[in-house]
């Protein structure tokens, strides 16, 4: 089994940043794919963004696509969600995701396709 912690969300004004922790439990990490995902109310789980196992792999939502970086620390079980230039639209509820898979990070857009899921954490951006 994988636990997954996210952690750093919180209330930030647009144009701001937040960097968001989320760590795993257990020795496999390095094996896992990892991604990140957000649901504001009333709305369906959004994709954000998708690391491979050895991080060489990335893939990003276009809504997302250079302002957030996503990157993993292999050694201490944990993958972030750098998000700068933050705006109102960008406001729910972030969600840690993992999978051994190995599909191409592209294909992991489908919520469908993660096994594991952290509980969230709320990012608030005020405008």
């Known amino acids: 089994q994988v636990q997954l912690v996210e952690s750093g969300g919180g209330l930030v004004q647009g144009g701001g940043s937040l960097r968001l922790p989320c760590a795993a439990s257990?020795?496999?990490?390095?094996?896992?794919?990892m991604g990140w995902f957000r649901q504001a109310p009333g709305k369906e789980r959004e994709f954000v963004a998708a690391?491979?196992?050895?991080?060489?792999?990335?893939y990003y939502a276009d809504s997302v696509l250079g302002r957030f970086t996503i990157s993993r620390d292999n050694t201490k079980n944990t993958v972030y969600l750098q998000m700068n230039s933050l705006k109102p639209g960008d406001t729910a509820v972030y969600h840690c995701?993992?999978?051994?898979?190995?599909?191409?990070?592209?294909?992991?857009?489908?919520?469908?396709?993660?096994?594991?899921w952290g509980q969230g954490t709320q990012v608030t951006v005020s405008s």
């Open positions: 995701a993992a999978d051994f898979g190995s599909l191409p990070m592209r294909d992991y857009r489908s919520p469908n396709e993660w096994r594991y």
């Open positions: 257990g020795r496999t990490f390095s094996s896992l794919a």
């Open positions: 690391i491979s196992w050895g991080g060489s792999s990335k």
